[in-house]
Nanobody, 127 residues
């Protein structure tokens, strides 16, 4: 059974930084693509960033390009999201997701392509 566990989020000031982590257990072969999604109050769950395990290819949502960086430590089977220059619109519950498939870049943003989900962690950005 694959389990994904996110680190604690937090309260951050506008322009600040925060790093999230997601640790996967139950077999690295079951998390060949990993991603971050987020969901604000009253909003749909939206794509943030994703990474392929094999070649570390990455994809980002338009709203976070240039500000967020996704990475993966394969020996630890842990994924990270470094968030810089945070804005109030980044406030959301952030979810870690995993897929046994190694998705092509254009498919990495599709939430329906992920089989495993973490419990979510709250990130709040205040001015």
């Amino acid at each position: 059974q694959v389990q994904l566990v996110e680190s604690e989020g937090g309260l951050v000031q506008v322009g600040g930084s925060l790093r999230l982590s997601c640790a996967a257990s139950g077999g690295a072969s079951s998390t060949n693509t990993m991603a971050w999604f987020r969901q604000g109050l009253g909003k749909e769950r939206e794509f943030v960033a994703a990474i392929r395990r094999g070649d570390r290819k990455t994809s980002y949502g338009d709203s976070v390009k240039g500000r967020f960086t996704i990475s993966m430590d394969r020996p630890k089977n842990t994924m990270y999201l470094q968030m810089n220059s945070l804005k109030p619109e980044d406030t959301a519950v952030y979810y870690c997701a995993g897929s046994s498939r190694s998705w092509i870049l254009s498919a990495m943003s599709n939430k329906e392509g992920y089989d495993y989900w973490g419990q979510g962690t709250q990130v709040t950005v205040s001015s």
